[in-house]
């Protein structure tokens, strides 16, 4: 029988890890929900971030706060860029074309990864001391990225809710052609939706380069998992993604401790496939 | 004409392996097969791709059936024959588990391409986790048979492979030709273009959404059989995952999504192109043919969206003066 | 000059045309309608004239602009607001927030808090239920939320399609009285019904619109005499 004491720290700690995934899931939902395209190279525009923050934290000595900021900076110059150059020559296709050019996009990114920088998995050292209560021990390392992870998913809502720009966005995503007779231009309101998704592609390499190390294929790791959430939640359902991404954290946070981390995924897996076919449309299905 | 033409490429096919090629034999045998294979596979998907069903997630069948059948064999000594049925058999049960709701629930465009990614990726993961049988990452290579097999169906002699593999293909062309002339055709196009109606005037729209992708899912399984025996090896990354789903649906939708050849024409034009970029930078630069093949993705998606045929037809069509009036 | 002016309005979709040699106008401070039976091509014209549907033909111009062809969000700028067909409000945004929407142009921005007491002023329902969900609005409210956010923006002119449509007749009756107050208020209306015997008490010209031509126009108390009204009322 498992300590009771490992469960626990496992359950804690999928909490921990389930906030940096709801950036994930919830930066790319806002691309879609308001653009109408799967950006499929997303996790892999977060390699690219983590592997900033590498080099300035690491390699060149920058502060990691300083770093972690840089990398929101590029997070979101790299949301505009795709935006420009790949997704709005495309944005009348077929998606099928869609979907093969942010396809594309990956190929390209985790080849030029490798080419740049090789395979070699790099990481960012910091010695920070654990949390401990009752026996849990809880490494800051892990804490305070879910901290900020928090406060970022806040900041997003009252974006959402409260600003001009993000009533607009949510308008947009609802009805494109209702706002254009508003006088809003869509194209200018995807380009900041895709600096806001790329932001926190951005904030999500910054928060987890310091727990992972970072390597060409990272997106082979975290990709499949912010998809299969996003699925999980609804496609463009921006509370749906967020209970998901703490679902399945738990989920291979708990297995992972019960039997291994591969099994941890294989039981989430099969979650997932369980989830499709009771609620294809996610587990609090919005339609559209 | 056409039928002509047609006729001469098949002679040419059939005897091309006896052809003297200075010296260059092994090594064209080595990519036709690989063409004729991977066209077969690309045909398959586009059974569903041109009716609107764009599934991202084909590696997962993909390697169901070829780790399906390498390990009956090299664990239980089952013949690939039967064991690729077996893996056919569960690449089916897989596909209809994923098409049923999907169909039901009207999950389209990009949330089904979504899906069939996670799904894909997730076999992937699968068989990386249950390394202690599958080999994990590092993969698994099939056990020899000692000497050439037919039960086995493992050769000394590219040629025999090259003869299968071309016998597969043409099978495969048949089968599209079949569906294509078929009712399930019509239905599909009906589909495509407005569900409901198709519904309501009585098309069973879920019987042959599920139908035509359990049949475009078994027979990219028969593909991914085929393409482990003659590798004699299998590999979580060439054979399941993202990376050859894009592979398999950039082939078809680059050649033309809607003829009979388009997907031949496509996987040929890529696997020339990644021989060649492979050819060109050899050990330097490693990574950079593999950016380059990326890139060329990209601008042929922005630049070129119906494919070549596609393209090719438009083309044509304006340089023929149009005889109808708007 | 006239506020809004068409002259040989040629458009349709794909193959299909839908609107012929349309020429119309509308004078400022006037109201104006646009009648017809289904599938004249009403909606189209408002869609033309919006900036949503570009026409393959002929000129338009407001206030002295040439707007043809031009995108909605710039055609709005100029000051042309369109309530859509069906009223295409934002279903999860609140009552305050579709309206704050309707404000997006920053021209408006800059008078948002006035337009905002203005719109409550006139419709005390909205003021209300700010705070609700549009979605969950009743038709009639939803129908003075869709004209309230279209005065966000400060228009000179207002389209209206098909307000009427999908209300109860008591609804109807109030609607057009409110129709009716927005005009005293200034604005210029361009109004496309169906309802005919109703919105031509509310204007003062009108045109009939029938299979994308304009068959006739005239003031509206001699066009209320023509037989296609009296057909309409057979047909109700």
């Known amino acids: 029988m498992i300590d009771p004491i490992f469960l626990a720290e496992a359950a804690v700690n999928g909490i921990l890890l389930g906030g940096i995934l709801a950036l994930l899931a919830l930066g790319l939902n806002l691309i879609f929900g308001v653009i109408d395209i799967v950006w499929i190279a997303y996790v892999d525009l977060v390699m690219l971030c983590m592997y900033l923050v590498y080099f300035l934290v690491q390699v060149y000595g920058w502060p990691v706060w300083l770093g972690g900021l840089a990398a929101i900076v590029f997070g979101a110059a790299l949301g505009v860029a795709v935006h420009l150059l790949i997704i709005s020559p495309i944005l009348g296709s077929a998606p099928i074309n869609q979907l093969l050019a942010t396809g594309g996009l990956l190929f390209f990114l985790q080849s030029f990864a490798t080419f740049l920088w090789t395979t070699d998995h790099r990481s960012v050292r910091l010695s920070l001391p654990s949390l401990e209560f009752g026996g849990i021990f809880l490494p800051l390392t892990r804490v305070i990225p879910f901290g900020i992870s928090i406060l970022a998913l806040i900041g997003l809502y009252l974006f959402l809710t409260r600003t001009f720009v993000g009533t607009a966005i949510r308008a947009v995503s609802q009805d494109r052609e209702a706002m254009a007779l508003m006088g809003a231009n869509p194209r200018r309101i995807y380009v900041v939706t895709s600096a806001v998704g790329g932001l926190m592609a951005g904030l999500a390499g910054a928060l987890l380069i310091f727990q992972y190390s970072v390597h060409p294929f990272f997106g082979g790791q975290f990709g499949p998992l912010t998809f299969m959430i996003c699925v999980l939640g609804g496609l463009g359902n921006m509370v749906g993604a967020f209970v998901a991404s703490f679902i399945m954290s738990e989920i291979i946070s708990i297995a992972g401790v019960v039997w291994s981390t591969e099994m941890g995924y294989v039981i989430a897996f099969v979650v997932f496939i369980v989830m499709i076919f009771a609620r294809p449309g996610g587990i609090l299905a919005r339609r559209g | 004409m056409a039928r002509l033409l047609g006729l001469a490429l098949v002679a040419l096919l059939l005897v091309a392996p006896l052809l003297p090629m200075a010296g260059m034999k092994q090594y064209v045998l080595h990519v036709a097969i690989q063409v004729l294979i991977w066209s077969f596979i690309g045909g398959a998907w586009s059974l569903m791709g041109r009716f609107g069903l764009v599934s991202l997630g084909h590696g997962a069948f993909l390697g169901l059936g070829a780790y399906g059948a390498v390990l009956l064999w090299n664990f239980y000594g089952l013949s690939p024959w039967l064991g690729g049925v077996v893996a056919a058999l569960l690449t089916a049960v897989l596909a209809a588990v994923v098409a049923y709701p999907c169909s039901r629930f009207q999950v389209v465009g990009h949330y089904f391409g979504l899906v069939t990614l996670a799904v894909g990726e997730v076999i992937r993961l699968l068989i990386i986790a249950e390394r202690s049988w599958t080999g994990g990452s590092l993969g698994v290579s099939l056990k020899p048979a000692g000497g050439d097999s037919l039960v086995a169906l493992q050769f000394a002699d590219k040629r025999v492979f090259y003869y299968a593999a071309l016998a597969l293909w043409l099978a495969g062309l048949w089968v599209w030709a079949r569906v294509d002339r078929s009712m399930a055709r019509s239905a599909m196009e009906a589909i495509g273009e407005d569900e409901t109606a198709a519904a309501s005037i009585g098309i069973r729209v879920t019987r042959f959404k599920i139908g035509i992708t359990v049949l475009s899912a078994v027979l990219t399984a028969v593909g991914g059989v085929a393409y482990a025996q003659y590798i004699a090896y299998v590999n979580p990354d060439t054979l399941s995952g993202i990376g050859v789903s894009l592979r398999i649906v950039f082939a078809v939708v680059l050649g033309g999504m809607y003829a009979m050849l388009g997907p031949t024409v496509g996987t040929a034009l890529t696997i020339a192109l990644s021989e060649y970029l492979r050819i060109a930078f050899g050990l330097k630069l490693i990574g950079m043919a593999e950016t380059i093949y990326g890139f060329l993705l990209i601008v042929f998606i922005i630049f070129l969206p119906a494919g070549i045929y596609g393209s090719a037809r438009e083309w044509l069509r304006r340089r023929r003066p149009a005889t109808v009036a708007a | ?236």
């Open chain 3, 1 to 236: 000059m006239s506020l809004l002016e068409l002259a040989g309005v040629t458009a349709g979709y794909g193959a299909f045309t839908a609107l012929w040699d349309v020429a119309l106008r509308v004078e400022r401070g006037e109201a104006v309608a646009v009648v017809g039976p289904n599938g004249a091509g009403k909606t189209t014209l408002l869609r033309v004239i919006s900036g949503v549907l570009a026409p393959r033909g002929g000129t338009l111009t407001f206030d002295g602009a040439a707007l043809a062809g031009r995108p909605a969000y710039e055609v709005v700028a100029h000051g042309i607001a369109h309530v859509p067909e069906g009223r295409r409000l934002f279903p999860t945004l609140t009552v305050a927030d579709n309206l704050k929407m309707g404000a997006y142009l920053a021209t408006a921005r800059a008078h948002y808090p006035e337009s905002l007491e203005r719109v409550y002023g006139m419709f005390p329902v909205l003021a209300e239920r700010r705070g609700q969900r549009a979605g969950s609005l009743s038709g009639g409210e939803q129908q003075m939320l869709a004209i309230g956010r279209a005065l966000m923006s400060r228009p000179r002119l207002i389209l209206l399609d098909e307000p009427s449509m999908g209300l109860a007749p008591v609804m109807v009756l109030r609607l057009f009285d409110l129709i009716r107050r927005v005009r005293e208020e200034g604005y210029t209306i361009l109004v496309v019904e169906q309802n005919v015997r109703q919105v031509l008490k509310l204007v003062d010209r009108a045109y009939l619109l029938e299979v994308g031509r304009v068959k006739m126009d005239g003031r509206a108390a001699e066009m209320a005499e023509q037989d296609f009204v009296r057909k309409a009322y057979v047909g109700l």
